[in-house]
């Protein structure tokens, strides 16, 4: 994903917020690997900077 993608098409921010809103679920699901709480934070920072 470009952060022009993300900015310009609401699919791709729908999208993507949720899977970073989600991510237990997504998780668990899936069967994946979670990440460390602090790189879903990374994360979502990174993104905040995006909608800003």
Do not use: C, H, R, W
């Amino acid at each position: 994903m470009s952060n022009k993608s993300y900015a310009d098409n609401a699919a791709v921010k729908e999208y993507v917020d949720f899977y970073i809103e989600n991510p237990e679920t997504i998780v668990t699901a899936a069967k994946f690997i979670p990440s460390s709480e602090e790189t879903y934070a990374e994360t979502q920072a990174a993104l905040a900077g995006l909608s800003s």
